[in-house]
Nanobody
Framework: QVQVEESGGGLVQAGGSLNLSCAVTGRTWSLYALAWFRQAPQKEREFVAAVGWNGESPYYNDPMKGRFTITRGTVKNTAHLQMKSLEPEDTAVYVC???????????????????WGQGTQVTVSI
């Protein structure tokens, strides 16, 4: 069984930074792509960033480019999301997902990820 666990998150003032981490545990002999999605109240879940399983460059949703950085951890099937210059609009539950997308466009799609964490709250105050 595969489990996805997030850590980090919390409350930060606008302009501040936060780091999130994701770890896939269990039957993880495969290398997974790891992605972050987020869902704000009364909004649909949206793609944030992903790190590939096949050596590709990271993928970002356009609004996050330049502010968020996703990296693969040194431990297999872990990833870190560094978030800078946070804005109140970044307030959401951030969820990590694991999967093996087969196309670059697939990385942005929830359907390409098989395993999901419970999420961690990020709140950015004015």
């Amino acid at each position: 069984q595969v489990q996805v666990e997030e850590s980090g998150g919390g409350l930060v003032q606008a302009g501040g930074s936060l780091n999130l981490s994701c770890a896939v545990t269990g039957r993880t002999w495969s290398l997974y792509a790891l992605a972050w999605f987020r869902q704000a109240p009364q909004k649909e879940r949206e793609f944030v960033a992903a790190v590939g399983w096949n050596g590709e460059s990271p993928y970002y949703n356009d609004p996050m480019k330049g502010r968020f950085t996703i990296t693969r951890g040194t431990v297999k099937n872990t990833a870190h999301l560094q978030m800078k210059s946070l804005e109140p609009e970044d307030t959401a539950v951030y969820v990590c997902a694991a999967g093996r997308p087969w196309s670059s466009s697939g990385y942005h799609s929830e359907n390409e990820y098989n395993y999901w964490g419970q999420g961690t709250q990020v709140t950015v105050s004015i």
